[in-house]
């Protein structure tokens, strides 16, 4: 039997708003003016324009009905209370999408975009209230909602979708919405259950991806494919709605996203074009590491640029004025949980208020008190333990250490406590990929999905051809294009010393210092500027190490 309907089934829209934070952690923007009105407002009239759609259920915080009621734009609109949801549920969320936006899917704690704003108690109401039979959820600040687009998913979902009675395309975030059957909603209510349990990967239970079925109704594989946030819900999502807005006119969204796609980092068509701010900075506190796996800079290079003290760092931070969506990440060449002022140095990041604070590791270390004390003032959101072997035996030998069953204590240690804080931080073990761990990768990344819900696969680098490669195949596509992350992130040395990325491992192109620069001078100066032009120009080959380079096509 199916559950295919008739055109008579009646479909609600719900978003579930909130005026003050995005479920990203961002400040709310539903009401800030974009080409002359709120951005809820071009919302509210893309979805009164979606097809095979009833009613739409505005649900909004109890204390914020009265904002909610301005937007009440037609007869079909209806305001209802939003019931908030489990704060461990939200603090998951949002720090797993944090360091995924520009996808629906693909990142920590396998969580999509559709889970950043669901609500189950609040979508069962809703659909209890209209007596409906489907719901279709769609995001607060998706202001490029494509109506066409989401037109042709309720009728996939109606007509074509005979296995699950969940619905939803695999476009950019922000372009469509979820539509899911009544009962799934009021099963997910009484559960609370998100709709990354239904979408995600479970090795236990391991069954065809979503993504192949009927359940995904399939789209230009541009649009899934778009590094973009349609959802203006960040500083930078808002500049480029902006940008899109002014370039139109489009036919539709997609073609609005399609002209988007050819861009080489988030909101950037022109190579000549760089956002205001990085995406990403990575602070590397210290040159000092206890394992030495293939791949890795040798300690006569990463221990000679010295470490600089907590003031160096503090005083900087301090003085910085981070973009809204900026993700911090403390790794570099050496361990950061070898740092002695590691928690001053937290401290100080977390009062600089990036959006997400990652902390990498071999997390090999005797003394895991100063981690204990970083996790219990919550000063990191994710901690991303490196590996170099499933098993005992390959770990130690990769690593030239015997430090496997101290990190596997310390990860003992660590389980409950995360567990006790609703799996934050969260911990995501990573696997260096190499020959010798490769019969072993399958069973890592099984092990770490079933107990941290994620795991990460890398790959060792010859950082640019300056030490021997190790990696099991060249991965660098045939073509040769500018190197996106120019456009995307910068890495901070030891020693105060700005580079372009972790490859230039010799800081021959370095972009200033946190004795004399701010990260926006780094990232809009003369050094920075240029090797952009060098890359647009197709001159890559003219610097090193970027001639030599085998990561430029990586994200
Ligand atoms: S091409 Fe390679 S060396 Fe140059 S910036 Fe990109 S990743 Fe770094």
Known sequence: MTYLE?????VIAALCCDFDRTGIGTRARLRDNIANKPVLTHVLERLLAVGGLDEIALTAPESQLPL?????????????????????????????????????????????????????????????QFNADHVLHIHSHSLFLDVEMTTALI???????????????????????????ADIVHEMAEK???????????????????????????VDPALSKI???????????????????????YATSADLALAAARTIASGVKSFSDAPDAPRELEIELTGKRQTTPPGSVPAIIREARGDLSAAHWTRWLTAQNFPDDLLLTFAGDGDPLLYPALLDVLRAARQAHPLSICLQTDLATDNLQPLLTVIEENLVDILSITSYGHTAATYNKLSNTTLHAQLMKNLTTLAPITTARGGLPLVIPRLLKVRETIPELEPFFD??????????????????????????????????????????RLLIRANGVAVACDQDMNDK??????????????????????????????????MSPCNNCKEWHRA
Not at 199 to 217: E, G, S, V
Request: glycine share 4%; charged share 20%; aromatic share 10%.
């Open 227 to 249: 590094p973009n946030r349609f959802c203006a819900d960040t500083d930078r999502s808002f500049r480029l709605a902006e940008h899109l807005l002014r370039t139109g006119p």
């Open 192 to 218: 609370t259950a998100m709709p990354w349990q239904l979408l995600a990967y479970d090795p236990k239970a391991p069954t065809f991806d979503t993504l192949i079925r009927d359940a995904c109704m399939q």
């Open 447 to 488: 092990t770490w999905l079933q107990q941290t819900t994620w795991a990460v696969i890398d790959y060792p680098t010859d950082r640019a051809g300056q030490i021997p490669f190790v990696g099991v195949i060249d991965m660098a596509p045939p073509k040769r294009r500018p190197c996106r992350r120019l456009w995307d």
């Open 509 to 542: 192109l370095t972009l200033g210092n946190i004795e004399s620069h701010a990260l926006e001078q780094m990232w809009n100066g003369a050094a920075l500027s240029n090797l952009r032009q060098q890359h647009a120009d197709a001159n890559w080959n003219a």
């Open 68 to 128: 909610a009621n301005e937007f009440k734009l037609h007869d079909r609109i209806h305001i209802i209370p939003l019931a908030a949801r489990p704060p461990q549920i939200s603090a998951r969320i949002r720090t797993a999408r944090a360091w995924n936006l520009q996808s629906w899917r693909g990142g920590a704690g396998q969580c999509t975009f559709f889970d950043e704003e669901y609500h189950p108690q609040t979508l069962s109401v809703a659909a209890k």
């Open 6 to 10: 008739t055109t008579s089934s009646k």
């Open 155 to 181: 009728h996939h979902h109606l007509h074509k979708n005979y296995e699950m009675r969940i619905t939803y395309t695999p476009s950019a975030p922000g372009l469509s919405g979820l539509v899911l059957r």
